[in-house]
Structure formats: C-alpha cells, structure tokens
Nanobody, 118 residues
C-alpha cells in the first residue's frame, strides 16, 4: 500500500509561486503513476497534472499548462508540483494521488490548502 502526505500549501498573492511536495511511503514507488488533483469549494475534484510511472512526458490540465510543473524523485519517494504565475482561480485543496502502473488512482493524500489572493 502507498501512503501519501502533502505539504507546501499556503497563502500566496496572485502571480506568485508555490511548490507542493508529496511524500510517499510504500513499496515500489517507481511503479506508480503520480498525479496532482485539486478541489475548490462547491466544485468537482479536477485533474491537474500527472507523471506516468514509465517516466514519460507529464500530462497537464489545459488551465495549468505552462504554469505548473510536476516532477518526481524516486530515490526520495517524493513528487512535487511547482506552481508559478498563480491565479485566484487556482485556489483549492490540492491532493497527491497514486495509481499502480496505469490503473486508477486508488491512493490519496489528505490534501494541502492553496489560497491565491487577488
């Protein structure tokens, strides 16, 4: 099983940057696709970014492309989300998630709050 703990959220002004971290514990971290999702109040949880376990090119939601960068360090069992040029619309609880190989996201962190002020 995989246990995920997010950190790095906080309050930032529009145009600023944050880097979220996700620490993972569990076996064979490198065989999991890692993703970031977010959920704003009264909105559905939405996909933000993902790194396939194969190490191929990352995927991004259209509204974060060119602003966010997902990365991972398998030696540290960690995944990161660098968020630049933040907008108030990015305000949400951000969740780290893991999917075994190419399967569904079955492991989730508790989330970290990101608030972007105008």
């Amino acid at each position: 099983q995989v246990q995920l703990v997010e950190s790095g959220g906080g309050l930032v002004q529009a145009g600023g940057s944050l880097r979220l971290s996700c620490a993972a514990s569990g076996r064979t971290f490198s065989t999991y696709t890692m993703g970031w999702f977010r959920q704003a109040p009264e909105k559905e949880r939405e996909f933000v970014a993902a790194l396939p376990w194969t190490g191929k090119t990352a995927n991004y939601a259209d509204d974060v492309t060119d602003r966010f960068t997902i990365s991972r360090d398998n030696t540290k069992n960690a995944v990161y989300l660098q968020m630049n040029s933040l907008k108030p619309e990015d305000t949400a609880v951000y969740y780290c998630a893991a999917a075994f190989l190419n399967g569904p996201y079955t492991f989730w962190g508790q989330g970290t709050q990101v608030t972007v002020s105008s």
